[in-house]
């Protein structure tokens, strides 16, 4: 699976950004999807995840409310619908996939066997 995350920008703290990540290659309905960031001098952290066999998702503390993940198995692409989005908010936002991960796994990024490029989001107060 190829990954090509998109959508980062600049925004207005408070603002919107939804980012996307297109899969290509193999069979991506099998994968569960996540979100990762790292920011300037900082460890890569999770973000928020969906499992390949849904409806569960996972999100870290810092975004619960405020972002939502969302997964198109038809279309190939994932999504991180960014909201209320704040200064600690900026960093590079990477996509991950990752075959059978179990849920306890979702938000380690070892268990993740694809990553996109990133995209970087950038949050001004």
């Known amino acids: 699976v190829q990954l090509q995350a998109s959508g980062g920008g600049l925004v207005q703290a408070g603002g919107s950004l939804r980012l996307s990540c297109a899969a290509s290659?193999?069979?991506?309905?099998?994968?569960?999807m996540g979100w990762f960031r790292q920011a300037p001098g900082k460890e890569r952290q999770f973000v928020a995840a969906?499992?390949?066999?849904?409806?569960?998702?996972s999100y870290a503390d810092s975004v619960k409310g405020r972002f939502t993940i969302s997964k198109d198995n038809a279309k190939g692409m994932a999504y991180l619908q960014m909201s209320n989005v704040r200064p600690e908010d900026t960093a590079v936002y990477y996509c991950?996939?990752?075959?059978?991960?179990?849920?306890?796994?979702?938000?380690?990024?070892?268990?993740?066997?694809?990553w996109g490029q990133g995209t970087l989001v950038t949050v001004s107060s």
């Open positions: 991950a996939a990752g075959p059978s991960v179990i849920r306890s796994d979702l938000e380690t990024p070892a268990a993740y066997t694809y």
């Open positions: 290659g193999r069979t991506f309905s099998n994968n569960s």
């Open positions: 969906v499992h390949w066999n849904g409806p569960g998702t």
